[in-house]
């Protein structure tokens, strides 16, 4: 399979669909994966490996099971590394701002030492502010900050859940990666480019965007609608998914492609002296509309596909994109009446997640060019 039809060399994505022949366990057949796409070259004897992931937050149900990724801190001890797991703290006031609350919000989801076999470690510390730059070469930064841990580790295994996302039409291993290291510093820049905007008669005044704004640029105001002052709004767009009546859509200063290719640039940063020492898993499953950010799931957009892995982090995220596009959406959910073939995360978003990849392969992270390989 491939994206853009170029003659190039093209980047192998293994993938193993839901349903096994074989009838072998999908957290075996996710090692399995891991094995097929390199991890044992990619890891060398001693090696502190960070397996980037995203703990969930409490109420969410989207995010990847630990027991997969205890599988993941298996394989990776058997190559020869020290896993640990890791993610960068968040913006919003979710249960992930600070390092304290991140792990103990971790533990509450399932993940532990005693769980997953591997310690758990914040990226960029305590506060969010233990973050390294590193020089890119892109069109909107210098530099970026990354989170430390992630920065000195000597290798990496990335494990996405693949879902939607309020402000960039697609949450997959790009986003992972670039929004998921990146500082707290870091993540305020790459969303400086949107604004919320709220539609006052859809309103109902239920307070939820009050309580999910994490710098209270929120209020409701004496006409009982929420009023947001821009001049303390960052743009972070946890309010636009928290309210459930669809009353504050996405706006931009200056359009949606700008926090894309800012994500990117961050992916620049992360992987920057890790050549052939990253490998990465892709969950397609339980593709929700929103990202694990909330303290909810919305229910899956499409079926369950199964789960990719590939050392190309732009033909992994082009995978899952084609995947979830060829699906039919489900009934009961947001995805309802969209047949194969229609582009989900744009129906659904009205934001083009694509534009993300395509700059990511101009930036030389990867191909768009792939070759599906199956296996049961």
Not at 47 to 57: P, S
Not at 82 to 93: C, E, G, S, V
Request: glycine fraction near 12%; aromatic fraction near 6%.
């Amino acid at each position: 399979m491939s994206a853009a039809g170029t003659e190039k060399a093209s980047a192998q994505v293994f993938f193993a669909p839901m349903r096994s022949r074989m009838k072998r366990s999908m957290v075996a057949r996710m090692g399995g994966l891991l094995g097929r796409a390199g991890l044992g070259g990619a890891i060398a004897e001693g090696d502190l490996v960070a397996v980037k992931l995203h703990f969930g937050e409490q109420g969410n149900t989207g995010f990847v099971h630990p027991v997969f990724l205890r599988e993941v801190v298996r394989r990776v001890r058997d190559a020869g590394g020290k896993p640990f797991l890791t993610d960068a703290n968040t913006l919003y006031r979710g249960e992930r701002a600070n390092a304290v609350d991140h792990l103990a919000c971790a533990i509450h989801n399932g993940f532990s030492f005693a769980t997953v076999d591997a310690p758990l470690i914040i990226a960029d510390g305590l506060d969010g502010r233990d973050a390294i730059d590193i020089p890119v070469k892109g069109r909107h930064f210098d530099s970026v900050r990354i989170g430390s841990a992630a920065v000195h580790a000597d290798a990496m295994v990335v494990v996405t859940h693949v879902k939607g996302h309020e402000a960039t039409g697609f949450g997959g291993a790009l986003k992972n990666v670039g929004m998921g290291l990146g500082s707290r510093s870091a993540k305020q820049r790459m969303h400086a480019d949107f604004r919320p905007e709220v539609t006052p008669d859809a309103c109902t005044a239920c307070g939820r965007c009050v309580r999910w704004c994490p710098v209270d640029a929120i209020t409701i105001g004496p006409d009982s609608y929420a009023v947001v002052d821009y001049s303390v709004c960052y743009g972070c767009g946890e309010c636009v998914a928290a309210c459930p009546y669809g009353a504050i859509a996405t706006q931009w200063k200056t359009d949606a492609t700008s926090i894309q290719e800012k994500i990117v640039e961050h992916v620049a940063g992360a992987l920057d002296g890790k050549d052939g020492k990253i490998v990465y898993v892709s969950f397609v499953t339980l593709v929700t509309p929103d990202c694990d950010c909330f303290e909810f799931s919305d229910a899956p957009v499409v079926p369950d596909i199964g789960i990719l892995a590939s050392t190309d982090i732009v033909a992994i995220e082009q995978a899952a994109y084609d995947l979830v596009t060829e699906a039919t959406g489900l009934a009961g959910s947001r995805g309802e009446g969209l047949a194969a073939g229609d582009d989900k995360f744009v129906a659904i978003t009205g934001v083009d997640g694509t534009h993300a990849i395509r700059y990511a392969e101009e930036m030389g992270l990867g191909t768009r060019e792939y070759e599906l390989v199956r296996v049961d």
